[in-house]
């Protein structure tokens, strides 16, 4: 069984960092497009960074120059560096896999693995 849990959130001043972690576990697949999304309040839930199994990896404009993801496939684990933070970015985290796939587009719709998310707040 896929379990991912994320865990790094918190409270942050605007222009400070956060690094989050997403511990997964079960996860055995050679193909794959795994990454970071985020919701916040009355919003849909949009993606991040993803990176795939082919090395590729996929930004939203709102982040690209502030947050880089990155990997430690000997322990199963993602991250998310945010840096340069900004009340907009106030959101729950969530880590999510698409499997089966070398490539593809980091979109809420297309993964198949979800953990439970983890709460950033960013304050003014």
């Known amino acids: 069984e896929v379990q991912l849990v994320e865990s790094g959130g918190g409270l942050v001043q605007a222009g400070g960092s956060l690094r989050l972690s997403c511990a997964a576990s079960g996860f055995t697949f050679d193909d794959y497009v795994i990454g970071w999304f985020r919701q916040a309040p009355g919003k849909a839930r949009e993606g991040v960074l993803c990176?795939?199994?082919?090395?590729?990896?996929y930004y939203a404009d709102s982040v690209k120059g502030r947050f880089t993801i990155s990997s430690d496939n000997a322990k199963n684990m993602l991250y998310l560096q945010m840096n340069s933070l900004k009340p907009e970015d106030t959101a729950s985290y969530y880590c999510?896999?698409?499997?089966?796939?070398?490539?593809?587009?980091?979109?809420?719709?297309?993964?198949?693995?979800w953990g439970k998310g983890t709460l950033v707040t960013v304050s003014s």
């Open positions: 999510a896999a698409e499997v089966g796939v070398r490539t593809g587009k980091c979109i809420a719709e297309g993964m198949d693995y």
């Open positions: 990176i795939s199994s082919d090395g590729d990896t």
